[in-house]
């Protein structure tokens, strides 16, 4: 080893950064020249990152770059997070402005300028307004808690609107008589004050993880803080500037509206170029529908699933990446519905509803509603009330036996076409694959069930709405799913695809485990 190393007349060294970007390059050359062994060698140095430029700019933007940027960047964080954060900055611009011209119309409403205000008057009704905002965010916690991290765009989107209403509100205030009216409105301010807290700093931090990729969590919102801060002090400097000349009610209410509506179209445009990697229910249902749509095994032009035994031959799947279901999703959606989107139509059809991880009571409430008798018998018995359904649940309980849930779909009342509601029970020890199985059951089976009592179907609609052909129906259906393991193979599919297929975003609230003995 010793004598290769003394073999070479010249040694390289390269030095890279987190990105393994080339930053300086060392080169060693032996002095062979002097006989002397203590004479060394010879060491020149060759920067990437300098430039020979007197005024070049490269070294100030790697400075920034290192400031502002997660380090490793952008091989650090995703695809997307240079676009988020692009129409974040910009959006944080125009909400400081118009930040500051609803902080003026708060400091009018409670007295500043008038000789007759009263400092305690104003504490107190400060004191009312944090009451009310803490209140609030304990209770909005509680109701959508669940639901914050998987819809997370959603609420990122939502937190925005209710901080907007609030300065509305605000801007509103000297314009209402001092007294209860007033009172209610700076307290209503500081309610959706409160809730954006809540739904921007837990969807922000679902986004966060979202971004790193490197484990880099903590220095990406670091870095963030970083640059909210550069953007929160440049909007207030234009502010000021903005709030000493914009003095009169038109102008005031001209510029606070333009800033309002230029804030919430960067801020739609920041959560539009998000792409999660995780399936919650619309991006299941986008995902999935294109995917057994593409299934040529499967037969979805009849009213009956189509069961094929070679489902190894080759069949060419239609699997959405990220990035194309992003670009189909709605941010404001019905969180609990059962939607088709044919990719070869491109259209979506509403099939109906579905819960997931709901209680045995909801589940049986359900069942109620769905015997044909107008009120379901109800005795008491020596342990409790019994309910008489219509359901047979040891049909059921026989076709889930080696599953991690039970599936039953009910009729929904009305409507023109038939829709369907899918009640999802997760057993004991159900995993995320289990759950995104019976999210892709219960979707199948309403596109069946939806065709089998569709008007355009030559069967009658009665036996659809029969418990025992449904059940038949999503017992095909499962065996379908079973079939050569397919339900694993559009597991993988998905994977390759670039879909986190191990991270929960189904359950939108606190769910239910069962067990069967």
Not at 72 to 95: E, K
Not at 217 to 230: G, H, M, P, Y
Not at 336 to 360: H, K, M, N, Y
Request: proline share 4%; net charge neutral.
């Amino acid at each position: 080893m010793g004598s290769s190393a003394h073999s070479h007349a010249r040694l390289i060294f390269q030095e890279t950064d987190e990105a393994d970007n080339p930053t300086v390059t060392y080169i060693y050359s032996d002095q062979k020249a002097q006989k002397s062994a203590s004479s060394g060698g010879r060491l020149d140095v060759l920067s990437t990152t300098s430039d020979s430029s007197l005024w070049s700019t490269r070294p100030l933007i790697t400075y920034l770059s290192d400031v502002f940027l997660p380090s490793g960047y952008p091989q650090s964080v995703s695809d997307d997070y240079l676009p988020y954060q692009i129409f974040d900055s910009l959006q944080a611009f125009c909400s400081s402005i118009a930040g500051l011209l609803s902080s003026r119309a708060v400091l009018q409403g409670v007295g500043v300028g008038n000789a007759d205000a009263s400092p305690t008057s104003a504490l107190l009704l400060h004191i009312l307004q944090d009451t009310s905002g803490r209140i609030a965010t304990i209770l909005f916690a509680h109701r959508v808690g669940t639901a914050l991290e998987p819809e997370c765009k959603t609420y990122r989107l939502a937190a925005d609107v209710f901080n907007d209403f609030a300065m509305i509100l605000d801007c509103l205030s000297p314009m209402v008589p001092a007294g209860v009216m007033r009172v209610s409105i700076l307290s209503a301010a500081g309610v959706l004050r409160a809730l954006c807290g809540v739904a921007g700093g837990s969807s922000k931090a679902s986004l966060s993880a979202h971004f790193a990729k490197w484990g880099n969590l903590a220095e990406l919102n670091a870095k963030d803080s970083s640059q909210e801060t550069v953007i929160s002090l440049v909007g207030m400097l234009v502010g000021s500037v903005v709030v000493s000349h914009v003095t009169g009610f038109t102008t005031t209410w001209i510029a606070l509206l333009t800033l309002l509506a230029l804030h919430l179209s960067l801020n739609y445009a920041a959560v539009r170029s998000v792409q999660m990697t995780s399936l919650n229910r619309q991006r299941a249902n986008i995902a999935l529908s294109a995917l057994l749509e593409s299934d040529s095994k499967i037969g979805l032009h009849h009213s009956t699933i189509a069961k094929e035994p070679d489902f190894d031959s080759p069949t060419e799947l239609t699997v959405l990446t990220p990035a194309q279901v992003s670009s189909q999703e709605r941010i404001f959606h019905r969180a609990d519905a059962l939607q088709w989107t044919s990719p070869t139509q491109g259209s979506t059809r509403f099939l109906g509803s579905a819960e997931i991880g709901v209680s045995l009571d909801t589940f049986f409430k359900h069942a109620q509603r769905y015997n044909d008798s107008t009120s379901p018998s109800i005795t008491s018995g020596g342990s409790g009330p019994s309910i008489k359904t219509t359901l047979q649940m040891q049909n059921l309980a026989s076709i889930f036996e080696h599953e991690p849930y039970i599936l039953f779909l009910f009729p929904l009342q009305g409507g023109s076409t038939a829709t369907w509601h899918a009640s999802i029970l997760l057993k004991k020890g159900c995993t995320v694959t289990g759950q995104l199985k019976a999210w892709a059951h219960a979707l199948l089976t309403a596109c069946a069930l939806s065709k089998s009592h569709s008007p355009s179907s030559k069967e009658t609609h009665a036996p659809a709405r029969d418990s025992l052909y449904v059940s038949g129906v999503v017992a095909d259906v499962l065996d379908v799913l079973n079939q050569r393991d397919r339900f694993k193979g559009y597991l993988g599919a998905l994977e390759r695809a670039g879909w986190d297929v191990d991270v929960g975003a189904l359950e939108t609230r606190g769910g239910r485990r069962v067990s069967l003995r």
